[in-house]
């Protein structure tokens, strides 16, 4: 089966830049997306097809892709970016999606 | 604005059934892949299942660990998409979240919009 590998924990400082990978076991030609969700509530869409921003996501919430391997960018991390974070993409086929792990992002 | 209100969750016996709605609005849902979403207690998202549109024959796929036992549905005169859920097991204890697939502008892959999620609690 398809699976995708995120780090279980990332820590920054304010302001500093956070770096989330997303490791695939297999290459795709699938894009990944990227979700926020914070606790207690939905997870949010922040990246879509590795590296596009929704509207109204801020500007400091980035993507890039090489190889197997998706990275979301937080520049200038803010204390309201921690949360949980997952990578989501599909199979080759894409009939079967899968989800990261996640990762939990502390904003020291 | 794009709404997706989950309902009929609740506390099951293992080997029951139960079946959740999911009622949306604000966008044109007869031609929207539908999918659902569970996330178990403390634990990480699940993909569970999608249904596909009228134009692409209402297709379904499910993830392994439910294929066979639930099924997806929709009623696009109602704008509500289902969740059956049969021979419930523990494991399947989580909040269920209902999803559209893309957004409305830009992606038309991953999960664009979600619901609040509904509990369903597996257990004797």
């Known amino acids: 089966s398809y699976e995708l590998t995120q780090p279980p924990s990332v820590s920054v400082s304010p302001g500093q830049t956070a770096r989330i990978t997303c490791s695939a076991d297999?290459?795709?030609?699938?894009?990944v997306y990227w979700y926020q969700q914070k606790p207690g509530q939905a997870p949010v869409l922040v990246i879509y097809k590795d590296s596009e921003r929704p509207s109204g996501i801020p500007e400091r919430f980035s993507g890039s892709s090489s190889g197997t391997t998706v990275t979301l960018i937080i520049s200038g991390v803010q204390t309201e970016d921690e949360a949980d974070y997952y990578c989501?993409?599909?199979?080759?086929?894409?009939?079967?999606?899968?989800f990261g792990g996640g990762t939990k992002l502390t904003v020291l | 604005e794009v709404q997706l209100v989950e309902s009929g969750g609740g506390l099951v016996q293992p080997g029951g059934s139960l079946k959740l709605s999911c009622a949306a609005s604000g966008f044109t849902f007869s031609g929207s892949a539908m999918h659902w979403v569970r996330q178990a207690s403390g634990k990480g998202l699940e993909w569970v299942g999608r249904i596909r549109s009228k134009a692409n024959n209402y297709a379904t796929t499910y993830a392994a660990s439910v294929t066979d036992r639930f099924t997806i549905s929709r009623d696009d005169s109602e704008n509500t998409a289902y969740l059956q859920m049969n021979s419930l097991k523990t494991e399947d204890t989580a909040v269920y979240y209902c999803?559209?697939?893309?957004?409305?502008?830009?992606?038309?892959?991953?999960?664009?919009?979600w619901g609040q999620g509904t509990l369903v609690a597996v257990s004797s």
């Open positions: 999803t559209r697939q893309g957004l409305l502008v830009g992606a038309t892959g991953g999960f664009g919009y």
């Open positions: 297999a290459l795709s030609n699938q894009y």
């Open positions: 989501q993409s599909a199979d080759s086929s894409g009939t079967n999606w899968v």
